[in-house]
């Protein structure tokens, strides 16, 4: 059930699974104070998926670039507190994975429906880079592009299902990676979409 993705991330199937009787509670809540939106790119373009945010810190993007805020610029609030659950489900991950005491600050939460997409690209805008980043995959299924350092890379096709999760930390923290336009399905219990969080450690 763990398959090694690169020399420091490490992917955990299902391991979301006995969680998501909490997650999926938990997930409404974030969602009714702080609903998805499609952001633009400093570009001025629309993004494909939807995102939320939940904890001290979002990341948000506009006319102004990428950065993290602790307000949501919709409602001028602080985003939702991080559900308790997913704090306990990010902490076991990545002590799984071996990294210790791993405390999120930040948790970007992504919707996509069938067809949207996410090009390749880094995540480069948290202060360090020393913390491992936790990913969590709901609902319908996607194809994950895990390339290398330089954009040109090639890049390894992951499928991520329902239920598991990934731990990147260290040497691949900083690796390109995107998600393919995802097909069209339905999923029981999340219908036809596909949720992502990720726990990050940003401030
Ligand atoms: C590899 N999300 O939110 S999660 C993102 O499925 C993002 O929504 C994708 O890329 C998604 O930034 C992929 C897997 C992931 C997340 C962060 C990484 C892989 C990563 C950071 C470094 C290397
Ligand atoms: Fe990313």
């Known amino acids: 059930r763990e398959e090694r993705l690169g020399p420091q991330a490490l992917l955990l199937r299902g391991f979301a699974l006995p969680f998501v009787d909490a997650l999926l509670p938990a997930l409404a809540a974030v969602e009714a104070a702080a609903p998805f939106r499609i952001m633009l790119t400093p570009g001025g373009q629309s993004m494909s998926v939807a995102l939320t945010n939940c904890g001290e810190l979002g990341w948000i993007s506009d006319r ?75 609902g319908i299924p996607a194809l994950f592009l895990f390339g290398g350092h330089a954009r040109r890379d090639p890049a390894q096709r992951v499928p991520l299902l329902h239920g598991d999760v990934v731990v990147w930390g260290g040497a691949d923290r900083l690796r390109f990676h995107g998600i393919l336009p995802i097909k069209e399905a339905v999923h029981p219990l999340l219908g036809a979409q596909r949720i992502n969080f990720t726990l990050r450690r940003a401030g």
């Open 64 to 138: 102004g670039g990428y950065r993290y805020s602790p307000l949501d610029p919709l409602s001028g609030q602080p985003w939702p507190a991080l559900p308790e659950a997913f704090g306990r489900l990010a902490r076991e991950a990545a002590a799984t994975a071996g990294f210790a005491d791993f405390a999120p600050d930040a948790c970007l939460v992504n919707r996509y429906l069938p067809g949207t997409r996410m090009s390749l690209h880094q995540d480069r805008d948290e202060h360090s880079f020393e913390h491992p980043i936790v990913s969590v995959s709901l």
